[in-house]
């Protein structure tokens, strides 16, 4: 019997110093020059806790990977990564390290839809971030309204302008119909909001109204009186008149000059033949032209013109409105 007791009081100095020995390996800093091609650290989808630690010896971060696995194991951690693209500290620890991708702390992007973009834009913007996988160009108009669950017939107008974070794997797709929902949202809301110096009758109304006003105004302070004045014309059955239909009704026709038959040709959305408001919106537009579509300023102002740095001379008569064009426009 006496060698058994020899064996174990020995056996537990041993086990005892080889915890410490663990513990000493993962929470000690690991601290080197990251190259640039180093980052991230990409754990693919049925990647296992070996596969993650071969890469950290591939890149020179770990020199053996048992400190890491014996770890994961004793902390019931071992089968918990999660795929995912992953940037750690240039000083940092096993332990830190594992917590991370246990966690699925993987790298978010941003992506920011701007007040006023179109759709055009958005679809750009989207198909150009490397990180999103491209599940939206080869679908048609009509697809893709299925796919984010629009009941409207146009695309154009139905993403809320803002910042969305997504990771590697996510899809251009689920960027939209976030935006989508988020714009759906927002609108339900505001228009809960409408007074009754506002003209248009359905949401989708004041998206369209919403859209304009985005486009007209560059100063916070002005929506509520462009849309006081653009629900005045309305209200009195009046051509809009303005700028910003027209340029999105020519597209990329548009070479940066609005020229007099540009105003003449008719078409859905030019304000200057047609009565109303254009068939959808013409942008994205953001809260504050939301809000300012549905309370718009009680006025008496039935016209504005663009001084040329980023404000408006509002008018309530046509003879003002001419002085105001003369002067502002035509520098006369």
């Known amino acids: ?24 390996y993962v929470h000690t800093n690991i601290t080197r020059e990251l190259a640039p091609g180093d980052l991230p650290f990409n754990i693919e989808k049925g990647s296992n806790l070996g596969d993650f630690s071969q890469s950290l010896i591939s890149r020179n971060v770990i020199k053996q990977e048992w400190p890491l696995l014996l770890w994961a194991t004793a902390t019931g951690k071992a089968t918990r990564i999660q795929a995912g693209e992953y940037q750690f500290p240039q000083t940092t ?6 917590a991370q991708v246990i966690d699925g702390k993987v790298i978010n992007y941003s992506i920011t839809i701007i007040e006023g973009w179109t759709f055009s834009q958005i679809q ?3 198909l150009k971030s490397e990180h999103l996988t491209d599940d939206i160009s080869n679908l048609s108009e009509l697809e893709l309204l299925k796919a984010i669950g629009s009941k409207s ?50 949401p ?18 002005e929506r509520t009186l462009v849309s006081g004045v653009l629900s005045n014309r309305l209200r009195e059955n009046l051509l809009l008149q303005t700028d910003p239909t027209i340029i ?14 540009d105003l003449t040709t008719d078409g859905p959305y030019n304000t200057y033949t047609r009565k109303g408001l254009p068939p959808t919106p013409i942008a994205n537009p953001g809260m ?17 013109v663009a001084r ?25």
């Open 248 to 261: 999105y009704g020519l597209g990329d026709r548009f070479d940066g000059i609005l020229r007099k038959s």
């Open 308 to 332: 040329g740095d980023g404000t408006h001379e509002f008018s309530d008569t046509l003879e003002e409105h001419n002085i105001a064009v003369n002067k502002y426009q035509r520098k006369n």
């Open 1 to 24: 019997m006496r060698p058994l007791k020899i064996t174990v009081t020995i056996a537990l100095p041993i086990t005892f110093l080889g915890f410490i020995l663990l513990l000493w």
């Open 153 to 202: 017939s146009n695309l154009e107008g139905l993403f809320f302008p803002d910042t969305y974070y997504s990771s590697l794997g996510h899809s251009s797709l689920e960027i939209l119909k976030l935006a989508h929902d988020t714009m759906a949202g927002h609108l339900g809301i505001v228009w809960q909001q409408k007074t009754s110096e506002s003209v248009v009758t359905t």
């Open 204 to 221: 989708y109304e004041a998206l369209i109204l919403a859209s304009i006003i985005e486009k007209e105004s560059l100063i916070d302070a």
């Open 288 to 304: 504050k032209s939301l809000i300012a579509a549905v309370r718009p300023a009680r006025t008496s102002k039935m016209f504005f």
């Open 124 to 126: 750009d913007m989207l």
């Open 93 to 98: 620890n096993l332990r830190s390290m594992l």
